[in-house]
């Protein structure tokens, strides 16, 4: 069965530093997405992707974060400047399968990059 | 506004017993899918279960059924016969169908079966 995967499974930063994510989406979904749990608390979304660029991002998705789809497989989430309250889980997640009407809503998720900021 | 609302932030099931994970939502549109994602202690998200809106009939998968009343914008999930492996947090989410592919997510239902 397809799979969005995602790496590093786990990441140790200092605060301040520059972070990127790594997700490779479900290779025949068109919507890609970034979603932020932070320990223990609800899913939060952070931003979508369509069509190369981003069609919706919320109030958490400020100026120090930013994505990009480089090569047409891959999707990235790059922090460029951590802080302690950035550490959380990152999930990315994909939907949408091309001629496949009944996978346009279905969000399949990878299984998450923890992000510890020190 | 799009919301989900999950009012039970935790619910425990004896093993083999039937639990109900209560879940509402407030939409304006008429047409979207509803689903309930499983995230066991290794944190990955599963889809359990999608309902499609316009479907009056409920979505059913295996030991996993939901009771859906579009009217009271209501999509509870039904797991029968719990098992251990189910002990899960449980995350209700909608998703319009024509509007941007967004999905909304709930704060999710904290499962503890016990054995």
């Known amino acids: 069965e397809p799979e969005v995967t995602q790496t590093p499974s786990h990441q140790v930063t200092q605060m301040g530093q520059e972070v990127i994510l790594r997700c490779v989406p479900i290779?025949?979904?068109?919507?890609f997405y970034w979603y932020r749990q932070i320990l223990g608390q609800k899913v939060e979304f952070l931003v979508s992707?369509?069509?190369?660029?981003?069609?919706?991002k919320s109030e958490i998705f400020d100026d120090q974060f930013s994505v990009e789809r480089p090569d047409g497989s891959n999707f990235t989430l790059k922090i460029r400047s951590t802080k302690l309250e950035d550490s959380a889980m990152y999930f990315c997640?994909?939907?949408?399968?091309?001629?496949?009407?009944?996978?346009?809503?279905?969000?399949?998720f990878g299984a998450g990059s923890r992000l510890t900021v020190l | 506004a799009q919301t989900v609302t999950q009012s039970q932030p935790e619910m425990s099931v004896q093993e083999a017993e039937t639990v109900t994970l209560s879940c509402t939502y407030d939409t304006s549109e008429s047409d979207y899918y509803l689903f309930w994602y499983k995230q066991p202690p290794s944190r990955q998200m599963i889809l359990v279960i999608r309902q499609e809106a316009y479907k009056q009939q409920n979505a059913t998968e295996n030991r996993f059924s939901v009771n859906f009343q579009k009217a009271a914008k209501s999509f509870s999930l039904k797991i029968s016969d719990s098992q251990l492996g189910d002990a899960a947090m449980y995350f209700c989410a909608y998703s319009p169908r024509f509007v941007g592919n967004q999905f909304y997510f709930g704060t999710g239902t904290s499962l503890t079966v016990i054995p």
């Open positions: 290779s025949n979904h068109l919507y």
């Open positions: 997640a994909s939907s949408g399968g091309q001629g496949n009407p009944s996978g346009a809503n279905v969000l399949t």
């Open positions: 992707f369509y069509n190369n660029e981003i069609s919706e």
